[in-house]
T-cell receptor, first 115, second 113 residues
Framework: ETGVTQSPTHLIKTRGQQVTLRCSSQSGHNTVSWYQQALGQGPQFIFQYYREEENGRGNFPPRFSGLQFPNYSSELNVNALELDDSALYLC??????????????FGEGSRLTVL | GENVEQHPSTLSVQEGDSAVIKCTYSDSASNYFPWYKQELGKRPQLIIDIRSNVGEKKDQRIAVTLNKTAKHFSLHITETQPEDSAVYFCAAIVTGGGNKLTFGTGTQLKVEL
């Protein structure tokens, strides 16, 4: 097992609501990145956190925000939910920020449905 | 930014046959190319990767080839088995891009008995 855990596993929200997703990184991993995977699509990079600061962001609006805590766990917050936000949200941890991989260890994801 | 195209979107093979999935990338600065296998409802799992200073890498029944000039890389699975059935994603990382993987759109591989 990779050791990356995410919660909740499934949740349903309505348009306009806010959601917080949580991720515990694998032991020893100080970098967490978040991906959105829409049905039938590849994961899309949202952002990455290293040492409690965002240090890379994909093409997502500011209503997608995050935090990383001193124990390297992380949260993804999405405000003003839209129907298109329905997706599997994947958290991945790695032991560093090197752009030349290091395997990313993915969690099982949080499946968000927006009605 | 980087763009990764993947073909085919679906692939059906008979057990024991070989399967090939192809990807192209746009950014010549990309230098790490992992392949992930995702079973239904599961997390993506790394199955093999290749760096830009290598042209080919093999791990048992799985191999990956990279052509930097043409900016394409391929996954080869030999002697396919039913448990190989899954969605496969290629990805690329741009140098200095942290862990920002750009994924392809995926290939649904079905191995039939």
């Amino acid at each position: 097992e990779t050791g990356v855990t995410q919660s909740p596993t499934h949740l349903i929200k309505t348009r306009g609501q806010q959601v917080t997703l949580r991720c515990s990184s694998q032991s020893g991993h100080n970098t967490v990145s978040w991906y959105q995977q829409a049905l039938g699509q590849g994961p899309q990079f949202i952002f990455q956190y290293y040492r409690e600061e965002e240090n890379g962001r994909g093409n997502f609006p500011p209503r997608f925000s995050g935090l990383q805590f001193p124990n390297y766990s992380s949260e993804l917050n999405v405000n003003a939910l839209e129907l298109d936000d329905s997706a599997l949200y994947l958290c991945a941890s790695s032991p560093g920020t090197s752009g030349v991989g290091g395997e990313l260890f993915f969690g099982e994801g949080s499946r968000l449905t927006v009605l | 930014g980087e763009n990764v195209e993947q073909h085919p979107s679906t692939l059906s093979v008979q057990e024991g046959d070989s399967a090939v999935i192809k990807c192209t990338y746009s950014d010549s600065a990309s230098n790490y190319f992992p392949w992930y296998k995702q079973e239904l409802g599961k997390r993506p799992q790394l199955i093999i990767d290749i760096r830009s200073n290598v042209g080919e890498k093999k791990d048992q029944r799985i191999a990956v080839t990279l052509n930097k000039t043409a900016k394409h890389f391929s996954l080869h699975i030999t002697e396919t088995q039913p448990e190989d059935s899954a969605v496969y994603f290629c990805a690329a990382i741009v140098t200095g891009g942290g862990n920002k993987l750009t994924f392809g759109t995926g290939t649904q591989l079905k191995v039939e008995l």
